[in-house]
């Protein structure tokens, strides 16, 4: 349901009555060459352009880039519902009492999992899609660049929550040895 209600919306967007758009942020690097750059006072020498950044806008994009758009928001809703799921169930069982449970410690490591793979995954499809218009899309004047940009604060709020489930399975053991003292 999830997979066609994305690629319903984006193609709804992007093919009915008047198109739709799909703008992309890419980073480029003018040739130096092209542009003269004097700040006056504040420099002896011209100026360079170095790594730049923009958006760049497509009308009408191809049905085969829709539908392969429309199955990588799936699988990214797919994922949050996922957490969001058992961020749910975890909050339950904490409203009943029961935090050091083992089902709330495997929750809480599937959220870090799930964190941490959602992570390397958009970073390996933005690099992926990156290298694929460095070699179908060209502009004069412009050298696309690709690189590979991993979200740290993602990856490390991941690394805290398999931490966290440590600690619950840290509690699970504290909470049976007490239970077994008489």
């Known amino acids: ?3 066609l209600a994305a690629l319903l919306l984006v193609f709804v967007a992007t093919h009915t009555v008047g198109g739709g758009a799909v703008s992309l942020t890419l ?6 060459r ?5 700040a006056g006072a504040l420099a002896g020498e011209p100026g360079r352009i170095g790594l730049s950044s923009g958006q760049v806008t497509f009308d009408r994009p191809s049905v085969s880039f829709v539908l392969l758009a429309g199955l990588v928001m799936a699988v990214a809703a797919a994922a949050w519902l996922f957490i969001v799921s058992q961020f749910r169930g975890l909050l ?3 409203r009943t009492g029961a935090p050091f449970a083992s089902t709330n410690e495997l929750r809480v490591r599937r959220i870090g999992v799930t964190v941490i793979a959602f992570a390397f995954g958009q970073a390996v499809l933005a690099w992926g899609a990156g290298l ?4 179908s899309m060209h502009a004069d004047g412009i050298t696309l660049d690709t690189h590979f940009a991993l979200d740290v604060p993602v990856v490390l709020l991941g690394v805290v929550l398999l931490a966290l489930s440590a600690v619950f399975r840290a509690g699970i053991e504290l909470a049976e040895d007490q239970a077994l003292t008489i």
């Open 34 to 38: 092209a542009y003269h750059l004097v």
């Open 27 to 32: 980073d480029f690097q003018p040739p130096t």
């Open 92 to 94: 339950g069982a904490l």
């Open 132 to 135: 694929f218009l460095e070699h």
């Open 1 to 3: 349901v999830v997979v």
